[in-house]
């Protein structure tokens, strides 16, 4: 989807058409929760797979009609090494960060899957270093304005994942709210930064990259401070509010950096710099919700002689401040990054 609207996007409105394809891909966290809690409280789980595939079925229609192949395309061998590589290396990671909230009580299934992802991404390096024809770009990373971009985008992303996981556990466990209700209370907030996505992305065509990423993460900084400072206390109104300037600031943030970070690169490469922002897109997934879950779970499985509830409160608060300091990072790396390009 976005090598198409960077394909085929007027120069004019790419700010704008890549912050409605983040609207799209935002949909998903903003429907999501509440759509799965109606499904569980009435359905059962099982039936959220039954009630997506017509969806899916619609959506595979939909692009069957509408997607047009514009330029010719360019026939190549597909690099079989470096697919099995990076295959190996993002397995390998992501059984890892899924296994980190046992780490203390099996070790193994976290160290083992992690070494075998560290051998797999090395090779990939290595292999796409002396191939011909690589699998993906990975060139792209040496531009230190790109590669910065893309690293603060992977932590807000982080960020915007752990959120999703630790917030509905709260609110069912902590406060005894229902999965229904757990979903409807994030959704403003997801929903106002679906909305925003675009709009961030209007302001950007019109006065540059740098007002609307560090107004949005300075908001972002502000909302995960506020979670950090009452973390052990939130009630259903407070998580609403955070979470409703938390939004906004992801709104103004996410598309934006996609879209100024592949500013920085030549028009050619463009395919390969939007496939590292989708890889690193997925990957946060992992991370995010293995590094939340693991902050909150060690809290829930401790000595300490609190209830469960108040233990789940206090490994949630620890897990705000890890994804605050994740932000802050994103932060600097984004205010040093458009400096630069400013100056330049």
Same mark, same amino acid.
């Given at each position: ?22 609207l799209i891909t935002a949909i998903a966290p903003a ?181 609307? +990423?560090?107004?949005? @993460?300075? $908001?972002? *900084?502000? !909302?995960?401070? %506020?979670? #950090? ?6 009630? /259903? ?83 705000? +401040?890890?994804?605050? @300091?994740? $932000?802050? *990072?994103? !932060?600097?790396? %984004?205010? #040093? ?6 100056? /330049?």
């Amino acid at each position: 989807m976005f090598n198409i609207i960077l394909e085929q996007a007027p120069t004019s409105k790419i700010g704008l058409l890549m912050g409605i394809g983040t609207l799209i891909t935002a949909i998903a966290p903003a429907i999501g929760p509440t759509f799965g809690g109606l499904v569980v409280s009435s359905l059962g789980w099982r039936s959220i797979f039954l009630l997506l595939l017509p969806v899916v079925i619609f959506a595979l229609i939909i692009g069957a009609i509408s997607i047009k192949q514009i330029t010719p395309p360019t026939h190549t061998k597909l690099n079989l090494g470096g697919l099995v590589l990076i295959a190996i290396a993002f397995v390998g990671l992501i059984f890892a960060f899924t296994n980190l909230s046992a780490v203390q009580t099996d070790p193994l299934n976290f160290a083992l899957p992690l070494i075998i992802g560290i051998i797999g991404l090395f090779g990939f390096v290595m292999q796409t270093k002396h191939s011909k024809n690589p699998l993906i770009d990975i060139g792209v990373l040496s531009n230190k304005k790109y590669a910065a971009h893309l690293s603060a985008f992977f932590l807000v992303q982080i960020g915007a994942l752990g959120m999703s996981f630790i917030l509905p556990n709260y609110i069912q466990l902590v406060d005894h709210k229902t999965a229904l209700i757990a979903g409807l209370i994030v959704l403003p907030g997801a929903l106002l930064g679906a909305v925003f996505a675009p709009l961030g992305g209007s302001i950007l065509d019109k006065f540059g990259a740098r007002k609307p +990423i560090m107004i949005g @993460i300075v $908001i972002q *900084i502000f !909302a995960m401070a %506020l979670y #950090s400072i009452f973390g052990r206390n939130l009630n /259903s109104t407070l998580i609403m509010v955070f979470y409703l300037l938390f939004m906004l600031g992801m709104g103004l943030v996410m598309g934006n950096t996609m879209t100024n970070g592949l500013k920085q690169l030549p028009t050619e490469k463009n395919a390969d710099g939007n496939g590292w922002f989708n890889t690193v897109q997925q990957f946060a997934g992992a991370v995010g919700t293995s590094v939340a879950s693991t902050i909150v779970s060690l809290s829930q499985s401790s000595s300490l002689s609190e209830n469960y509830a108040t233990k789940t409160a206090i490994g949630s608060q620890n897990a705000f +401040i890890v994804l605050l @300091i994740f $932000i802050l *990072i994103a !932060a600097i790396l %984004l205010n #040093s990054a458009l400096k630069y390009i400013e100056k /330049s």
